[in-house]
């Protein structure tokens, strides 16, 4: 049986820490950031033989977790490790963690995820459905981004990923770090997770230092609409927690916003316009989504 979407958008994303399972030291520290949410990854940073300590580092993580959003990075999908990965995450009845689906390549991934995961969850009476973000990384995920963004209720965002996809794309080095080089990417991404209501989450920068290269990625990736962005160092956590925080201005906007909307609501009224701009459910999310990001300090009626 597959569960309908969430009524309100996921949790702000503005920062994504990935953190490999293996190192309670660097995800002790994780916690400590300020990251929105702390991605505990058991896939490119967990070499096979490790899978599964890494497998029982993470559910020892998550059942005393405390502290930031946390999600898992799985194996991906025909691994021999994804549904060994996603039968742990369910047993765990955690409610709020979420999935993230490496190499995603087709709607036909996400149809296996969420068979997998109804049978899981039925097996386990798990009450509360394990949410799927989806790392698009490969030249068929991106060819197929439009189905994959439609593929599943379960999925709350899509995430571009830059290592895998420049190294099958066979993009030098210096090409790899070029902005413009990525732009019909993003673009892919992003409309395609908005077609469908879902967050765009960029993903990290290909180094670590919080230097101005990071930033310029960081705001080219903002300016174009992204919600958020992945970090792959903890140097990097603040300056992105700070480009994607909306400005007081687009906080009271959203805020209007949804006051008109509601306010049509109570009236019974047809079509609401605000400063010239017709108001629907698009523009709705669109505005829970700046709230999201503001960490939610002045959270929607």
């Known amino acids: 049986m597959s569960h309908p979407a969430p009524a309100s958008p996921p949790p702000a ?55 930031p959003g946390v999600s898992v990075r799985v194996n991906a999908p025909r691994t021999r490790w994804c549904h060994l990965d996603l039968a742990e995450l369910v047993a765990l009845e955690r409610q709020m963690v979420s999935v993230v689906v490496p190499k995603v390549e087709s ?58 996809l420049a190294a099958s794309l066979g993009r030098t080095t210096a090409g790899a770090a070029a902005l413009d080089g990525w732009l019909p990417a993003q673009h892919t991404v992003l409309v395609a997770a908005r077609q469908r209501g879902l967050q765009a989450i960029d993903g990290p920068y290909l180094g670590t230092a919080d230097d101005e290269p990071f930033r310029a990625a960081a705001q080219r990736a903002r300016d174009l609409g992204f919600d958020g962005k992945w970090a792959i160092h903890p140097a990097q956590v603040a300056a992105l927690n700070e480009l994607f925080s909306p400005s007081e201005q687009e906080l009271a906007h959203a805020r209007a916003v949804i006051d008109a909307l509601a306010e049509s609501e109570r009236a019974g009224a047809g079509a609401v316009a605000l400063e010239g701009e017709m108001l629907d459910e698009a523009v709705r999310l669109s505005a829970l989504r700046v709230l999201a990001r503001g960490l939610v300090t002045d959270p929607p009626p």
Not at 13 to 18: A, G, K, V
Not at 148 to 164: C, M, N, Q, T, V
């Open 13 to 67: 994303r503005r920062s994504c820490l990935s953190v490999p399972a293996s190192s309670a030291s660097k995800l002790a520290k994780a916690r400590e950031l300020g990251a929105d949410e702390v991605v505990i990854d058991l896939e490119d940073s967990v070499a096979p033989e490790a899978k599964h300590r890494a497998r029982e580092a993470a559910r020892g993580e998550l059942a005393g977790w405390s502290g």
């Open 107 to 164: 709607a036909g991934d996400m149809a296996f995820l969420d068979r997998l995961l109804d049978g899981l969850e039925a097996a386990h009476g798990r009450s509360h459905p394990l949410r799927l973000q989806a790392l698009l990384e490969t030249p068929a995920g991106l060819a197929h981004a439009d189905e994959i963004a439609a593929a599943s209720p379960r999925l709350e965002a899509l995430i571009l990923g830059y290592a895998d």
